[in-house]
């Protein structure tokens, strides 16, 4: 009964909180309000003028500063505009259009397409197969990353499949890093498909919460050393490092897939804003400035992450279980009849991703999963916040006995 009460008083508050999408809050953003004043010169490395047509791959200097951040040699990225959803959008576009690198024909003449989608996984990665029409096929996630016994076995059986979506650190929404032994399995596995691709999304490589960063094992290098070059598309962008309406994404392949994206891009732009990437290498300087950068947000964002795992511990001991990430933008939350609990706490003024999001076509089968992104409001709201979603959950497990 005490839930029922609990929840009677939480919807008699008449709340407004959205805890559903990873934005960064403003005061994060505030940390880059400086660079909205540069650049301070137009001029690139090279002499070329920035405020001209031209230079489809990006700057050498910004490809440069991000290359070891991101694990691809420099001369092997291309840096796009501010969303690398973009990227990995266009890319599977390019590739049902135009045949990639080792392909027998372009995807959209395959009978079928198939992608493996590690669940929990990234709802918008799995509303670009939904939008092409390609099959989504769950795989369960384990501590060090997508059970590779299940992705060996079909990638090696079914040559429908063609790609796999990975976050590969500090997963969205579990937090999980993908271990070594991870990594150099999806580089050498053998695939039945010739043109198969792992989508790298390493949306939060520098992301990090504690001050002992998770290290990832070097995918492209690996899969290069292995033969298997051109599996690996690797994306990510400065959204959450810098502004996420205003900062930088990379594309990083093998030198063939590059040569293949550019020269479908080369039909879409004559050049991209390479103001913004001056601006982008005269704020974050280097690889140091960058991690400095971090620090700066991890001290902003941690003590949030921080909370909500204290408010849970309080209130749902036994309950539920939930991620600990060490960076990233995200904690999952693992509890029973989740869809109900989502609505609840809708009905209460506390807006959440809607439970199965974190699953192709929106199912989660086993009705658990709940991302919580705690970065963007205060931590007066995210404290609210958590503790409504907890009556939730109690009231709930109350109801359901
Ligand atoms: N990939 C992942 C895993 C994400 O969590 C996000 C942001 N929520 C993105 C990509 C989107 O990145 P961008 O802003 O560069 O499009």
Redesign the pocket.
């Known amino acids: 009964m005490t839930a029922q009460r609990d929840y009677a008083a939480l919807v008699q508050r008449g709340l407004s909180l959205d805890l559903t999408r ?1 934005k960064p809050s403003p005061r994060q953003l505030d940390l880059s309000n400086d660079m909205l004043k540069l650049p301070s010169s137009y001029k690139a490395a090279d002499g070329t003028d920035g405020r001209n047509y031209g230079n489809l791959q990006g700057l050498t200097e910004l490809r440069a500063l991000f290359a070891p951040l991101i694990q691809v040699p420099a001369e092997q990225l291309v840096v796009g505009g501010n ?4 990227l990995m959008h266009d890319t599977v576009v390019h590739a049902l259009l135009s045949k990639v690198p080792g392909a027998e024909r372009r995807w959209i003449e395959e009978p079928e397409i198939t992608f493996l989608c590690p669940v929990p996984g ?1 709802d ?1 990665h799995f509303t670009i197969c939904e939008r092409f029409g390609i099959t989504m096929v769950p795989v369960p996630m384990n501590a060090g990353g997508p059970d590779m016994d299940v992705v060996e076995r079909l990638v090696a059986t079914d040559a429908s499949v063609k790609g796999m979506w990975c ?1 590969p650190k500090y997963s ?1 929404p579990s937090g999980i890093v993908y271990s070594d032994e991870t990594v150099r399995r999806l580089a050498t596995m053998p695939t039945a498909a010739s043109d198969f691709r792992i989508f790298w ?1 390493n ?1 939060y490589a520098v992301h990090h919460l504690t001050d002992t960063p998770a290290e990832l094992a070097d995918l492209l290098a690996l899969a290069t050393a292995h033969g298997n070059a051109d599996r690996v598309f690797v994306y990510a ?1 400065t ?1 959450k490092v810098t502004l ?1 309406g205003a900062g930088v ?1 990379f594309f990083g392949s093998s030198p063939a897939n590059v040569e293949w994206f550019l020269h479908n891009t080369a039909k879409q732009s004559i050049g991209p804003d390479k103001i913004n990437q001056l601006r982008h290498v005269e704020f974050l300087r280097d690889p140091a400035g960058v991690a400095l950068h971090m620090l700066r947000h991890a001290d902003l964002i941690g003590p949030k992450f921080e909370l909500v795992d204290k408010v849970l511990t309080e209130q749902l001991g036994g309950l539920a279980s939930w991620t600990s990430p060490k960076g990233g ?1 995200f904690i999952s939350l693992e509890v029973p009849h989740a869809a109900e609990v989502v609505a609840k706490a809708k009905a209460a003024g506390i807006a959440l991703t809607p439970a199965g999001a974190t699953h192709p076509y929106g199912k989660d089968p086993d009705d658990r999963t709940i991302r919580i992104a705690p970065t963007y409001p205060d931590l007066d709201e995210l404290e609210q916040a958590i503790n409504g979603l907890a009556v939730c959950v109690r009231l709930v497990a109350e109801e359901r006995g």
């Open positions: 990873g969303a690398s959803l973009a990234y918008r976050v969205n999304d949306a962008s959204s996420a994404s933008y």
